[in-house]
């Protein structure tokens, strides 16, 4: 059997940063002193003149960046997630958002799967700052064929966008023809009858592994992915929800605010059952192999596997 592709997402941001420049000159890509780590780097190669490097300073960068929109170009700023939804939040909620200006976030290093940085830079929290921002649409996706699409899309959106990158390779899922990336709408990887997993980012994967262990075990598991978190594809949870009856979330993100959140907002309204979030539990990071953080904390598929099954008791 052949080894799976692994890349991680920042990889793929970097290159369709490129792909897009070639097709469209009013595209310009800020980064704050790290374009070799959020691989923006690949976009200055190829376009050294379309490329600004702001230094240490994120919150400038989001105010060069609104400031670029203005003018009619379309700019990505670029950072790591806890530099640009933490330290640049006041700026990105009032130069951007408030003038619903045409502005792109590529926040790579999200989650606790940035390693070895340790829970400074393990930025959990950045998917609930960025729902609270009026028109701001967010966006993480799960391997390199979904960022490269997600890239495209939020360039063709008209207003402010935040799109969420990882630092560890992710294996590729969406490897087949049929893939369609559209903002705003979930995607059923897996059908299942006894209960739904909702998941999103690099959870996706991982869902789906922890799906077929369920599976020898006798449970149906249904497997939805959720790239835009913001809007969030409502019609699609609650038709699951009320499909399976129950609503197992997700997702390397704290369980306040991210996903888990948006999801249990849906059934609130729409659908209400049973829900089983699955995130970082009001807790920090810490430093460590990426892979062995996702164990500790159970985001991987064994973790997940078992604390779905010891609440579908």
């Not at 097709?23 to 959020?38: K, P, S």
């Not at 799960?142 to 899309?153: G, L, M, Q, T």
Request: contains cysteine; aromatic residues 6%.
């Amino acid at each position: 059997m052949s080894e799976v592709k692994k890349i991680a997402t920042r990889e793929s941001y970097g290159h369709a940063l490129v792909e897009l420049g070639e097709q469209h000159e009013n595209i310009v890509v800020l980064d704050a002193d790290l374009a070799e780590a959020t691989k923006t780097g690949i976009f200055k190669k190829a376009f050294p003149e379309r490329h600004i490097d702001c230094g240490i300073a994120e919150s400038n960068m989001m105010g060069i960046a609104a400031g670029l929109a203005a003018t009619g170009k379309v700019p990505f700023a670029s950072s790591f997630a806890m530099f640009a939804a933490g330290r640049a939040f006041e700026q990105i909620r009032n130069s951007i958002g408030y003038p619903h200006l045409n502005v792109k976030i590529g926040a790579t290093h999200a989650g606790i799967s940035v390693g070895e940085d340790g829970a400074t830079h393990q930025c959990n929290e950045d998917i609930a700052l960025m729902r609270t921002i009026p028109g701001m649409v967010v966006i993480n996706p799960s391997d390199d064929i979904e960022a490269r699409a997600a890239v495209k899309a939020a360039y063709e959106h008209v207003g402010p966008v935040y799109m969420r990158f990882g630092r560890l390779a992710v294996p590729v899922i969406n490897d087949n023809p049929d893939y369609k990336f559209e903002l705003g709408k979930g995607v059923v990887l897996r059908e299942g009858t006894d209960l739904t997993i909702v998941a999103t980012g690099l959870c996706v994967g991982e869902s789906l592994a922890a799906a077929e262990k369920l599976a020898e075990d006798g449970i149906s598991v249904q497997v939805i992915n959720i790239h835009t978190i913001k809007p969030i594809d409502a019609d699609l949870i609650a038709e699951a929800a009320k499909k399976t009856g129950r609503i197992v979330t997700v997702e390397e993100h704290s369980v306040i605010g991210g996903l888990g959140s948006a999801v249990c907002d849906v059934l609130c309204e729409r659908e209400p059952v049973k829900v089983l979030k699955i995130g970082m539990n009001d807790m920090f990071g810490e430093s460590g192999p990426a892979v062995k953080l996702l164990e500790k904390y159970g985001l991987d598929a064994a973790g997940i596997y078992q604390k779905i099954k010891e609440w579908n008791k």
